[in-house]
């Protein structure tokens, strides 16, 4: 099983950046990164194919989320730009090793067999 370490979570004002990083210990198919917040399902914001480059975004970030990797270090990022209140969440990145993909992702946990520990996200007004 792949182990994915996490870094770059913190606190932010509402418009403000992070950028977070998911390092993976293997190969993998595909990447994403997933948030929980407080009393709510996770639910995915954005994912990679590792192999050719394509993203998925949920409507709710697209636009100011940009999910991108370094396979050399098999690190994936997520840059996270005009971030609102809203966002405020517990992140998680997520790796599958299966080729077949869901058009549903953003919804399937299962469908993941890695997870990272999560790093904390929290914007303020």
């Known amino acids: 099983q792949v182990q994915l370490v996490e870094s770059g979570g913190g606190s932010v004002q509402a418009g403000g950046s992070l950028r977070l990083s998911c390092a993976a210990s293997?190969?993998?198919?595909?990447m994403a990164w997933f948030r929980q917040a407080p009393g709510k399902e996770r639910e995915g914001v954005a994912a990679?194919?590792?192999?050719?480059?394509?993203?998925w975004y949920v409507d709710s970030v697209k636009g100011r989320f940009t999910i991108s990797q370094d396979n050399a270090k098999r690190t994936v990022y997520l840059q996270m730009n005009s971030l609102k209140p809203e966002d405020t969440a517990m992140y998680y990145c997520?790796?599958?090793?299966?080729?077949?993909?869901?058009?549903?992702?953003?919804?399937?946990?299962?469908?993941?067999?890695?997870w990272g520990q999560g790093t904390q996200v929290t914007v303020s007004a």
């Open positions: 990679i194919s590792t192999g050719g480059g394509t993203t």
């Open positions: 997520a790796a599958r090793r299966m080729s077949d993909w869901y058009i549903d992702w953003n919804r399937r946990t299962t469908a993941f067999g890695s």
């Open positions: 293997g190969s993998t198919r595909y």
